[in-house]
Nanobody
Framework: QVQLVESGGGLVQAGGSLRLSCVISGPIFSANIMAWYRQAPGKQREMVASATRGGHINYNGDVQGRFTISRDNAKNTVYLQMDRLAPEDTDVYYC???????????????WGQGTLVTVSS
């Protein structure tokens, strides 16, 4: 069974840093896009950053310049380095791999379980 397993959330003071990790566990054929989303209670889930296997990267304007997404394709892992964190970054962060190829003919819209990031003022 393929799962996305996140780690690295926690409590940090404003101005601090955290690094989130997400590893795809289980056999896959290919993961083109891997992304991080976040969601606060009562709000819609929003994209934070995404990265393709080939290195094309997109950021939410609110995190541009503060967060850095990176991938280790050999390890099927995506990271989110979060610097200069602010209280408004407090959310549950989710790893997402849309159209994760389990085989050449089978794909999966995969989400992690979420990891809580809390930034205190």
């Amino acid at each position: 069974q393929v799962q996305l397993v996140e780690s690295g959330g926690g409590l940090v003071q404003a101005g601090g840093s955290l690094r989130l990790s997400c590893v795809i566990s289980g056999p896959i054929f290919s993961a083109n896009i891997m992304a991080w989303y976040r969601q606060a209670p009562g709000k819609q889930r929003e994209m934070v950053a995404s990265a393709t296997r080939g290195g094309h990267i997109n950021y939410n304007g609110d995190v541009q310049g503060r967060f850095t997404i990176s991938r280790d394709n050999a390890k099927n892992t995506v990271y989110l380095q979060m610097d200069r964190l602010a209280p408004e970054d407090t959310d549950v962060y989710y790893c997402h791999a849309p159209k994760l190829l389990l085989s050449p003919n089978r794909d999966l819209d995969a989400w992690g379980q979420g990891t809580l990031v809390t930034v205190s003022s």
